[in-house]
């Protein structure tokens, strides 16, 4: 009697706690347990530099770093005399630079896509080859192009007419304008060939047959069709060029140009650093991003209400330019060689001389590889190829991998939740570079892991910047594989590990194959995180090039520097092209 009372007595779990442990057991799949894990990784990446980023704005500044919560760093920036300045300056510098690119590169898209020009796949190629050419290198070669002291095309151009004045200076809003713009014209590219080659031409066929002109028909047809096309692409080239760093530094601080991502940096530069000041530019840059991006996805939102194929009768006929074919194609070739040959040429012609030289024939007898031999054997620059490569290739496969699971994750096992991990992903895609490396700066300062002056905080900037590719390119490799090839080797037995290696690796190889050269070409490039979180034994190509360009070293070395870094990455944008031409082939 005893025992079956002390048995009735006993506590059991309650009809609630009994179900909520059912159903959160019945949840706690091994596919949501990934989502959970997966989105906890995404969310420290994105949010903790962004935590820090607000922290740190809104902190006093002491000798030991945040201090008590103020408001003053944002009463001295908005303030400041010269923010109505800093703030137009920032928007002309990145409205011009979507224009002239847009311009460039809808041009090169409209005739490649869409006409008979002879040399369209070459220049599909010269587009992807640009991507081996970092813009900081760029930079330099306008500067020992156009500068009005030093610019080799200048002291020509004053020859040749007798001028007293340099007929151009790189050293103006103007110029980088053109600088940046040469630099990005092949994105504009690659974002509009795609919206130009999906265009049914039957409707603005049926706009001439109904008596419409040229103008008409671009203007009430082509154009409002290509309207999303036309709006995601500029707005686009309008964030990055507000986030844009190199230009703005070696072009407009000389000129006292201005912008908000030079600020940025000057702000942390200053003795004693003025964290919270540039907390606060920060932020305000990075509300501009943000309504760029909301403009962006917006205008992007209802894009299938302007599709043209239907799966019926599509046919993507070019137009053919009769006595043009041979003008347009000089036009566009003309175009490739002012934006990336004179370019390249300059940093291959002055790598070989130690002062500025003009090109001449008799400028040959005086070439030497004195500026190699200088590069190839200083110390700090092979330590900055090691850490570059080792960035590129640890920064790509991690973020390959890790976006491929959550892209599956994401489109297929828990659509319901997938959104969670595009929206974590897609973040990065409006904070700017310099804002993420100054970010994660502050977070590692006061979060108690001790990456600070090593190679890793670099890393997880380079991760946290390269998952908005990686899950562009694994997300869209991942929904052309139907989901029954996956169902039926699960109904053969196979677990999900085997599914992964069996079924989606292989049929993703050249998906993923592209996601990590591209990411890894961009991670090699990359310049302004970088400068805020390389230390002593860390730095990386970009940093020592830009070092060695202003500390006023020998020009031809730093050329030098530039040809050694740019070789590989054009041959690793070969491959890149050659995997699009396989897959091309597959399809």
Not at 378 to 386: C, D, R, T
Not at 541 to 564: D, K, P
Request: aromatic share 14%; with cysteine.
């Amino acid at each position: 009697m005893a025992y079956s009372d002390s048995v009735q007595q006993t506590p059991g779990p309650s009809g609630a706690e009994y179900g909520f442990a059912a159903r959160l057991g019945r949840w706690l799949t091994p596919t949501n347990v990934i989502l959970i894990v997966c989105a906890l990784i995404a969310a420290w990446l994105v949010l903790v530099p962004l935590a820090a980023l607000f922290y740190t704005a809104f902190a006093e500044d002491t000798p030991y770093g945040p201090g008590a919560f103020t408001l003053q760093n944002f009463v001295d920036v908005l303030t400041d005399r010269y923010l109505g300045d800093l703030f137009m300056k920032s928007l002309i510098f990145a409205g011009g630079t979507a224009i002239v690119t847009f311009a460039l590169g809808t041009a090169v898209a409209w005739v490649v896509e869409r006409t008979d020009a002879p040399g369209r796949g070459w220049f599909h190629g010269f587009a992807l080859l640009s991507f081996a050419v970092p813009g900081l290198l760029t930079t330099m070669a306008w500067i020992l192009i156009f500068s009005p002291n030093i610019g080799w095309l200048n002291g020509e151009l004053k020859n040749w007419f007798g001028l007293e004045k340099a007929p151009f200076n790189i050293y103006s809003m103007g110029g980088m304008i053109w600088a940046l713009s040469s630099h990005y014209f092949p994105l504009a590219y690659l974002l509009m060939g795609p919206a130009f080659r999906v265009l049914d031409t039957r409707m603005e066929e049926a706009a001439v047959m109904s008596g419409a002109n040229n103008y008409q028909v671009a203007t009430r047809v082509t154009m409002p069709l290509l309207r999303p096309a036309i709006l995601s692409t500029l707005l686009l080239l309008f964030i990055r060029g507000m986030e844009s760093f190199e230009v703005p530094r070696l072009l407009g601080l000389p000129a006292r140009i201005f912008v908000f991502t030079t600020q940025i940096q000057s702000a942390t530069s200053n003795a004693p650093p003025q964290f919270g000041l540039a907390g606060a530019h920060g932020i305000i840059l990075l509300l501009i991003c943000v309504i760029g991006v909301y403009l962006y996805r917006r205008s992007t939102r209802n894009a299938e209400a302007f599709a043209t194929i239907t799966g019926k009768g599509y046919q993507p006929t070019t137009v053919r330019l009769g006595v043009w074919r041979w003008p347009v194609f000089i036009g566009i070739a003309v175009m490739f060689f002012a934006a990336l040959g004179l370019p390249l040429f300059t940093l291959v012609w002055q790598s070989f001389f130690r002062n500025v030289t003009l090109p001449s024939f008799d400028a040959f007898s005086t070439m030497s590889w004195e500026n190699y031999n200088i590069i190839l054997h200083y110390p700090i620059f092979l330590n900055a190829v090691k850490n570059s490569v080792m960035l590129g290739a640890m920064a790509a496969t991690i973020v390959v991998l890790f976006t491929m699971v959550m892209a599956w994750i994401a489109h297929r096992a828990a659509k319901q939740y997938g959104w969670i991990l595009d929206v974590l992903t897609f973040v990065p895609i409006a904070i700017p570079s310099i804002i993420i490396g100054a970010s994660i700066l502050f977070a590692y300062l006061v979060i108690p892991i001790h990456v600070y002056n090593t190679i890793w905080i670099l890393l997880i900037a380079y991760v946290t910047m390269n998952l908005p590719y990686g899950m562009r390119f694994t997300s869209s490799g991942i929904m052309q594989i139907h989901k029954e090839l996956e169902e039926v080797a699960q109904m053969s037995g196979a677990n999900l590990l085997q599914i992964f290696q069996r079924v989606l690796l292989p049929l993703l190889a050249p998906v993923l194959i592209a996601a990590w050269l591209y990411i890894f070409v961009l991670a090699v490039r990359e310049l302004s995180a970088s400068i805020f979180l390389s230390g002593p034994g860390t730095h990386v190509l970009g940093t020592i090039s830009l070092t060695m360009w202003e500390e006023g070293g020998s020009f031809g070395a730093v050329c030098a520097l530039g040809v050694i870094q740019i070789l590989p990455l054009i041959l690793i944008v070969m491959a890149m092209r050659w995997v699009e031409m396989r897959v091309g082939k597959r399809h």
